[in-house]
């Protein structure tokens, strides 16, 4: 009798709750599917099982309900730009994290997954000076040197005329970049000369963003992972040694961070471990989950926009021509050098870089939590303490705002300026407010400095490079295509140096 008695118990608990969440719960009167009110399970299957999937029900919703949609049983999807500085306000609105969502980054001490807004605001503090515009622009020199490493290996593989991964170049140059910004010395990514040796950096990076959803239902996972000896973790999952090994080594660069005096120049490790940070956020797990997502966001991120835009200008010849000619303003001969400052003044090269971030941002769904507003929307009321978000790729690829909107189309940006349009402000890739990306500044210098060297010195073209090698099916933190990640392959078949 008791086994009958407690399927039926189990059963009537999950009705309970189910008939409660569709009729009874603050948001019952938000529109949505039923089962996305009922249950997280719809939202899982999509994102867990079927890998990356749920942004296109998400899409499906809003063509049946329109712009406010209640995706699952707690949080409320907004895919209106009016609304966008209301979900991501600064100007002192409190907004947090959504607790379930940053279990997905497996680093609950960083700045970027930390729910309390004041508590984000202390932790960020410490790196601000270090991704200011000033900040960047002090340091150009140290991504020139690395973009001169990858101008190196360009040359080299044109010598050997061999067919060369840029896209895993892209993601050493990044790396190199944001570790030197870190420790104060880069991880040597360039230097190596048969860069698929390093292309460990990309699989790591991609295991790492490939597990978020997963993470996101499961965050017990990520802490064992971390509570449990790395020796231990190598016999469980095997195939992520590569992983745990990158663990160690941020655990032993962190070290040699604080143990170095007199260093030439204050990193951001020494940052976050000088004494005048309270001693309960000088613990060892947030200085290394610190260093764990500076690391992955300065890496894969602006590796995948530098890869979309050289796609798509390789994709059309006169796009190439174009932004070559313009770059002779500031860089007369083909060696030539310029820093941000000068490349950003260059309306073409700007409308390149605005229409790869369109394009390519990540595609993360960031909620927000408002924990005493009430918001409002079209005369629907979100209570205080709801996650609320909008996904970037919902304004970017808005038909009203960007016509022809999957088409890489730099003029737009030309045209829209000419028209005394603000285009630009429905360009988030890294979102708005209090939460903004700490890294727009670098990765803004890096894109900029990294396509103006290549085109107006190399003639490309792509290799072994499919469409669907550059597509967007699944969403991993960043853009996916079906199977692995964006990879993009080309052949030096000139270089301009007079």
Known sequence: MYTLLLPLLVFFCVSARAIYRIYFHPLSKIPGPKLAAATHLHEFYH??????????????MHRAYGPIVRINPREV???????????YAGCGRKREKDPRMVSSYASSYAALATVDHDLHRARRAPLNPFFSKKAVLELSDVVQEKVSLLAWHLKRVHAEQAVFALSTAFTALTGDIITHYLYG??????????????????????KGTSACHLFRFFPIIP????ALPIRLMRLVRPALSN?????????????????????KRRTIYNALSDPSVPASERSVARLRDESFIVLLGGTESTAATLTLATYHLLRNKDFYSKLRQELQQVMP???SEANWAQLERLPYLTAVINEALRLGAAALRPARVA?????????????????????????HRNPAIFPDPESFTPERWIQAAERGDNLTKYLVPFTRGSRICIGMNLAYAELYMTLAAIVRRFDLELCETRPEDMEFTREMVVQRPEKGVWTLKVRVVGINEA
């Open 47 to 60: 994102d867990v099982v079927r890998g990356g999937k749920f942004i296109w029900e998400i899409e499906k």
């Open 77 to 87: 999807h907004i895919a209106d730009p009016s609304m966008y500085d209301e979900i």
């Open 185 to 206: 010395k880069d991880n040597g990514y360039l230097r190596e000369r048969d860069l698929v040796k390093r292309n460990i950096v990309w699989e790591i990076l991609a």
């Open 223 to 226: 802490a064992l992972t971390k």
């Open 243 to 263: 992983v745990y090994d990158l663990q160690e080594q941020i655990s032993r660069q962190s070290d040699e961070a604080v143990a170095l005096e007199g260093a």
């Open 333 to 335: 001969k083909p060696t």
């Open 371 to 395: 924990p005493t507003e009430t918001l409002y929307y079209k005369g629907y009321e979100i209570p205080p303490g709801t996650p609320v978000s909008t996904i970037s790729y919902f304004i």
